[in-house]
């Protein structure tokens, strides 16, 4: 094993690099024009808080490769357990010549999900696989068709998935048409919503538009992200999620979290829907469960989980050995190095100071998030008009500066931050000063008072 990286930001070539711009030619060249990157430098090593470049640049991490590398890219036991799965064998089918990995991870993702009635799960390779299935699943249960999704909502890229997300740039357009039976609701947005509409009030307004439009009667499923992820982080206001989770049971309609971003440890819980004291039916989890590697799942009632017939559901690589090794070694790691805690550390760093700069610049209207999951909605100043092209110039410039951030958000006016939970707070601090700085000088204001502030503590 290569030694553990150093744990730094380090420029040491312009970002990008001349090793990075030749790939990047090459990659116009050869790979796809459909399948952008958010950054123009190429991978060489990754571990901690850090990605280092092919020339030698050392990136600080808010991004973990989209809330994947949760425990850290190429964590310890990770490493460890892939290697001696991949000497043992490396696929088989798990619907040919099972393995006990495929059955310790559903056990241990049964126990692990919220509630404690009888599970079952089933696993996948992708999050948008997965979601597919828990709506297979869903139907087969109820014998009904419809699904319903919120305003906002990212559930994948395949065509159901397609059908079930929310925004048309850059996920749907010109791709249809679109799977059918999919309707869409409106979500609790704390920061977009009318004043004094609270959690209670919008459950009230989505069960009356899927009551008026769709009927229970013919409802499968309604699937929600208890933190939504590509559509902005929006942490919906107390009491929305359990209510809709009621009328659910009320009307025997399966209620599905999709937990693929918010889900394993990244939140502070094992699952973000233990925040709002939601016991989904069906749980989606992948980004975060095997480390880097794919695999998804999905884990629910038994009595649910059981309505698809023999040999419904499957697939050649879902639960592949080596992901399935990886996600174990990344559940132990999360147990032994207190992981849950740790996310709530980083909350602990981020926010404050967020907030701290909230208050100084009026064009951060909203500070939200839950654990290392922790967003910043820029707007321009004196309202709440998205303000995206400010949020891309500043991305761009933290990355120059050697810190990948992320955005999202419908209207693209999000930064999204990601650390891996094995960043250090040195890390996580210096990259919020970048962020400051590159903040404070970016659109068109001048430098604020809160560059001093902030970038000489
Ligand atoms: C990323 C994501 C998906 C899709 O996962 P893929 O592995 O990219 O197919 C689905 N739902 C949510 C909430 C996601 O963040």
Request: hydrophobic share 45%; aromatic share 6%.
């Amino acid at each position: 094993m290569p030694p553990p990286l150093e744990q730094r930001r380090l420029l040491i070539t312009d970002v990008p690099g001349p090793r990075s711009r030749e790939l990047m030619a090459r990659s116009a060249a050869a790979v796809a024009a459909g399948v952008s990157t958010t950054m123009p430098v190429f991978a060489a090593q990754a571990g901690g808080g850090v990605v280092v470049d092919v020339d030698g640049n050392s990136f600080i991490d808010l991004g973990s490769g989209i809330a994947v590398t949760t425990v850290g890219s190429s964590a310890p036991r990770v490493v460890d357990a892939v290697q001696r799965q991949v000497e043992a064998f490396t696929h088989t089918c798990f619907m040919v010549t099972p393995y006990a990995g495929y059955v310790e991870v559903a056990e241990a993702l049964n126990r692990l999900t919220p509630g404690d009635h009888e599970k079952r799960t089933a696993l996948f390779n992708s999050g948008a696989e997965a979601v597919e299935n828990a709506v297979k699943i869903a139907r087969a249960h109820t014998g009904r068709s419809a699904v319903v999704a919120f305003d906002h909502a990212y559930h994948g890229r395949t065509n159901l998935t397609m059908a079930l997300t929310a925004k048309s740039m850059p996920y749907k357009s010109g791709f249809g048409p679109f799977a059918p039976e999919v309707y869409r609701a409106p979500l609790s947005y704390p920061y977009r919503d009318e004043a004094g509409l609270d959690g209670a009030a919008a459950a009230r307004r989505a069960i009356d538009i899927i009551e008026k439009q769709v009927g229970a009667a013919n409802l499968a499923a309604v699937l929600i992200e208890p933190i939504q992820g590509e559509g902005g982080f929006i942490v919906p206001a107390d009491g929305f999620l359990p209510a809709l989770a009621a009328w659910c049971r009320e009307h025997d309609v399966v209620f599905i979290a999709d937990e693929v971003q918010s889900g394993l440890a990244r939140t502070g819980a094992w699952f973000a829907s233990e925040h709002f004291g939601v016991v989904p039916d069906l749980v989606v989890a992948a980004k975060g469960l095997a480390g880097g590697l794919p695999l998804s799942a999905v884990t629910g009632r038994a009595a649910i989980m059981d309505a698809a017939h023999r040999g419904g559901l499957g697939g050649t690589y879902g639960g592949n050995p080596l992901a399935c090794a990886a996600a174990l070694a990344v559940i132990e790691t999360i147990t032994e190095e207190r992981l849950l805690e740790r996310a709530a550390e980083i909350e602990g760093v981020l926010l404050p100071r967020l907030q701290r700069l909230q208050a100084e610049d009026d064009r951060i209207g909203d500070v939200r998030g839950r654990g290392a999951m922790v967003a910043v909605e820029l707007v321009r100043p004196g309202g709440t008009e998205p303000d995206p092209l400010l949020t891309q110039a500043v991305a761009t410039a933290a990355h120059r500066q050697g810190v990948i951030v992320l955005t999202c958000g419908t209207y693209g006016n999000v930064l999204r931050l990601l650390p891996p939970l094995a960043i250090t707070d040195e890390l996580l601090t210096e990259a919020l000063d970048v962020l400051a700085a590159v903040l404070a000088e970016s659109g068109d204001r001048p430098v604020a008072r809160v560059l001093d502030q902030e970038t000489t503590s």
